[in-house]
């Protein structure tokens, strides 16, 4: 069952789906993985408190790109309040692989950047909060 979700991870990453901008976002974030050098900036368009339509931008390897993906994916008609309950629990579902303590900030880039804008904060949450 592995084999499949790590291809379905390469699928994400070489075909990646949202990525792109979208035209007058009411949320976007950019956060940077120090470690690793992974960078992706989030847009959303919101109605009513509800995620209307989702993109995003940046490089990186497989893990975090991919997770940029399916999370953005993902969250398409979810409202603001349930996505700011979101924590690692829902990205490593997404991804359905353990993820080793090397990559797991790869994998929660993108959480990060999502928790920050719909939360409306100006900088990057906390970088060492891996239960986010």
């Known amino acids: 069952m592995d084999d499949f ?22 949320i976007v974030y950019h956060d940077v993985n120090p470690t690793c050098g992974d960078e992706i900036t989030i847009e959303l368009k919101i109605e009513d408190g509800i995620v209307k339509d989702s993109a995003f931008t940046g490089h990186g390897c497989s893990i975090s790109q991919a997770s940029t ?9 979810k409202s603001l309040d349930e996505l700011r309950t979101w924590g690692k629990k829902e990205i490593l579902d997404l991804l359905g692989i353990e993820i080793g ?3 797991i900030k790869c994998a929660l880039l993108p959480l990060k950047a999502l928790k920050a804008g719909v939360w409306g904060l100006e900088s990057s949450v906390d970088d060492e909060d891996d239960d986010l």
Request: hydrophobic share 30%; proline share 9%; aromatic share 12%.
């Open 5 to 26: 979700f790590r291809a379905n991870i390469i699928d994400y990453y070489e075909h990646p789906r949202h990525y792109g901008h979208l035209e007058n976002p009411d």
């Open 69 to 77: 993906s399916m999370m953005m994916e993902d969250i398409q008609g």
């Open 101 to 103: 303590p090397v990559r």
